[in-house]
């Protein structure tokens, strides 16, 4: 059973726990929509929008930085970039289904590899924004996607608050605290 089914039982469960109520049921269906609220609070992620919950928090600002990779970056990720080329032009004449779900599969794996590289070779000059950005005393919020990158970063940074799926819920919370109380 996945995580959502240990917490939240089948679908006919789920149904007869939070769904199924009648007109003169009101107090149970609050009850029970109470519970429902505190597991998903409890087991989910619960994403909130900033702006009803921090409204005192300026607009976001996005920036968007081209950035070249390092030398020893760039090579790899060209080979890399060539091998994920003949990988796909050789089975692009694949008819058999099975053979193109197993390529879409190893593709996404090149893929992801192509991205990781890409993102190791940009560290550096992350690291010089960030210093740039610091150097103005105002918070700041990375969202990386790998945690290979996040690590990297907290090693340049080892004061810095970060959040990720490592990390527990209490973990997770206390970094938010932390954060927000500077």
């Known amino acids: 059973m996945d995580r959502l089914g240990e917490n939240f039982g089948s679908r006919s469960q789920?149904?007869?726990?939070?769904?199924?109520?009648?007109?003169?049921?009101?107090e149970e269906q609050a009850e029970a929509l109470a519970e429902l609220s505190r597991k998903l609070y409890a087991h989910c992620m619960i994403r909130r929008e900033k702006k009803t919950v921090l409204k005192e928090l300026p607009d976001k600002t996005r920036t968007d930085l081209i950035v070249?990779?390092?030398?020893?970056?760039?090579?790899?990720?060209?080979?890399?970039?060539?091998?994920?080329?003949?990988?796909?032009?050789?089975y692009t004449q694949c008819t058999d289904v099975e053979i193109r779900r197993k390529m879409r599969m190893e593709a996404l794996v090149k893929f992801m590899t192509l991205?990781?590289?890409?993102?190791?070779?940009?560290?550096?000059?992350?690291?010089?924004?960030?210093?740039?950005?610091?150097?103005n005393d105002r918070p700041l919020i990375l969202f990386c996607s790998l945690h290979e990158i996040v690590d990297a970063l907290k090693k340049a940074f080892p004061k810095a608050v970060s959040v990720t799926g490592r990390d527990s819920i209490v973990e997770k919370q206390a970094a938010v605290d932390s954060f927000q109380n500077g």
Do not use: H, M
């Open 14 to 26: 789920f149904v007869s726990d939070y769904c199924s109520f009648g007109k003169d049921q009101k």
């Open 68 to 90: 070249d990779l390092d030398p020893k970056s760039r090579e790899i990720y060209n080979t890399a970039s060539e091998n994920l080329q003949k990988y796909l032009e050789e």
């Open 115 to 135: 991205r990781s590289l890409s993102a190791k070779g940009k560290i550096k000059q992350a690291v010089d924004f960030i210093n740039t950005f610091l150097a």
